[in-house]
Nanobody, 122 residues
Framework: VQLQASGGGLVEAGGSLRLSCTTS????????MGWFRQTPGKEREFVAA????????SYADSMEGRFTISRDNTESTGYLQMNGLKPEDTAIYYC????????????????WGQGTQVTVSS
């Protein structure tokens, strides 16, 4: 499956953005989807994940309550709604997919999009 993340941009602290992850093919509903982020010099870190059906979600502690992951299998698209953004949320955000249960580690995901830059100004 091919993934493409979009929706990043420049936003002031406290603002919101919604990232989208569009996919090719008709099998999107088979995949668990995750969002990760990375800043220069740091490892890619887990943000959130959602099960193939959308019934189960998981968040990194620092994002829970501010970020919401969702998906629309009829549109083969996943979303990450980010509210209350902070300067430390500045990063390149990646969507990823895997067959199987929710995981929070990058090595568990088989497919990756190209990333979208999110910059939060103070």
């Amino acid at each position: 499956v091919q993934l493409q993340a979009s929706g990043g941009g420049l936003v002031e602290a406290g603002g919101s953005l919604r990232l989208s992850c569009t996919t090719s093919g008709r099998t999107f509903s088979m995949y668990t989807m995750g969002w990760f982020r990375q800043t220069p010099g740091k490892e890619r870190e887990f943000v959130a994940a959602i099960s193939a059906s959308g019934a189960i979600t998981s968040y990194a502690d620092s994002m829970e309550g501010r970020f919401t992951i969702s998906r629309d299998n009829t549109e083969s698209t996943g979303y990450l709604q980010m509210n209350g953004l902070k300067p430390e949320d500045t990063a390149i955000y990646y969507c990823a997919a895997r067959v199987g249960t929710l995981r929070q580690i990058t090595s568990a995901y088989d497919y990756w999009g190209q990333g979208t830059q999110v910059t939060v100004s103070s």
